[in-house]
């Protein structure tokens, strides 16, 4: 699992070959989650290490502003940069000479005050290699000279960007379950964070993130610790923020990562959209505990049947998320609010829970009896013990003589049968099939 420590976006304006070093950096490295329907991903954004650092890379260039000109376009895009990056990645283009668009784009950044990467592309051959001086006059930096179709340099910006990056700092307390209320624009977020925080909340502190402006709320009740992890950049206003929805789920990216449970907020009224997917599938392939919330169900027409067929629906439209609870609020009647926090107890506790091996194995051992496997890729599986190796989500190693043999349904059904036996509840849980030496 990655452990985000930093932001790196790339910016600069069209045709300098952003996309390219944008996947000549991920390669490999981008995190290939489960195949179900329903979770889907957008590739502006990826996950990346390097030098034992893990990092999230944004790719402006793949954030499309409708009605924007092209001068505004580059304008915004170098924004979002600015507003979510640790460190910004500038690339220009090393055959083309200093552009009136490089030159407006690196003022934007050194307004930021943030650091900055130069990156001269497109330098694939020796006779370009002394273009790269003109690039002082930008006044960002030293120019490196890079390659993104034939990886050239990028090695060198990589170095520099991880030199750049701040040291990340946890502010956790002990016994603190920190959650995140997550969701598309204009859900009811603010509101269910102020209900949840009440007239009494206790602020033990307000720490300000380092590139957010975001504060997170700790707060205490009923004996027990908490903290909002703020995703209150979502809710800045400004052309940049209303013209681009994608970018809110770059914003609940942050606070997915440094959550232990995730609150996915839903619009009643208007019932599941694309992007719920988008936001759900996040905190999932996160490994965090997940609750799914219904807000603004006050606003809703409603029979005897209405929360069965809701209920029915969310089942249908997260099919990856069947372990999540279901909760019906009303933020702005603070209706059923009492509810969610002994669900965010309880799933915080689910996805640290740990099972002995012995007892694991004797539900094993009862689930081949109950079905036995069957011959799957010219082989029949064998299954000889399972231990659970982490938390968070739980994981679990089946040893096995052959994980060729290990069919999909058959691993769901052993998943299934591990919840029936213990619970579970609002997290995910990994099964890893491994040959026995």
């Known amino acids: 699992m990655f452990m985000i ?12 070959g952003k996309s390219t070093i944008f996947n000549r950096i991920v390669g490999e490295r981008v995190s290939i989650v489960e195949d179900i329907p329903g979770v889907t991903r957008d590739r502006i954004y990826a996950n990346a290490s390097w030098l034992t650092r893990d990092f999230r890379l944004i ?62 592309n497109k330098i694939d051959d020796q006779v370009y290699k002394d273009n790269i001086y003109d690039f002082y006059n930008l006044g960002v930096g030293d120019p490196i000279a890079v390659s993104g179709s034939h990886g050239i340099g990028i090695g060198d910006i990589l170095d520099q960007i991880i030199h750049l990056m701040p040291e990340s700092e946890d502010h956790r307390e002990e016994d603190e379950i920190r959650f995140s209320i997550i969701g598309r624009p204009n859900v009811g977020k603010s509101s269910l964070t102020n209900a949840l925080l009440g007239e009494e909340r206790v602020i033990v502190s307000d720490i300000e993130g380092t590139t957010r402006d975001a504060i997170d709320t ?16 979502m809710r800045k206003k400004g052309k940049v923020y209303e013209n681009i929805e994608k970018y809110s789920i770059l914003r609940a990216l942050s606070a997915v990562e440094k959550s232990d449970v995730v609150l996915v907020v839903i619009d009643g009224e208007r019932g599941v959209v694309e992007q719920d997917k988008h936001v759900a599938g996040n905190a999932h392939e996160a490994g965090r505990g997940v609750i799914l919330v219904v807000n603004k169900w006050d606003l809703v027409q409603k029979d005897g049947k209405t929360m069965q067929k809701m209920e029915k629906e969310l089942r249908e439209q997260f099919k990856y998320l069947d372990y999540a609870p279901i909760v019906f609020t009303s933020a702005k009647e603070k209706k059923r609010i009492d509810l969610l926090f002994p669900l965010i107890q309880e799933v915080y506790a689910n ?13 094993l051992i009862d689930a081949q009896a109950m079905n036995p496997t069957t011959t799957f890729n010219g082989g029949r599986l064998k299954i000889y013990y399972v231990n659970q ?12 003589n052959d994980p060729m043999y290990l069919h999909f349904s058959y691993k769901r059904y052993l998943e299934n049968r591990l919840r029936e036996a213990f619970g579970f509840e609002g997290t995910p849980i990994h099964i890893i099939a491994r040959k026995r030496d």
């Open 5 to 16: 420590q930093g932001v790196v976006a790339i910016v600069g304006r069209a045709n300098v």
């Open 59 to 120: 790719d402006t260039g793949g954030i499309e502003l409708e009605d924007a000109s092209f001068t505004e376009q580059i304008k915004m895009q170098a924004e979002i940069a600015i507003e979510e990056a640790d460190v910004i990645l500038f690339v220009v283009n090393g055959r083309e000479g200093i552009t009136r668009e490089d030159a407006f784009v690196a003022r934007m950044l050194q307004k930021s005050k943030k650091p900055i990467v130069l990156a001269v």
């Open 218 to 233: 700790a707060f205490e009740k009923d004996g027990q610790k908490y903290r909002v992890i703020d995703t209150a950049g």
């Open 351 to 363: 996805n640290r829970k740990r099972v002995t091996t012995s007892v694991l194995n004797d539900v």
């Open 389 to 400: 190796v982490s938390v968070c989500p739980p994981t679990f190693v089946l040893f096995t």
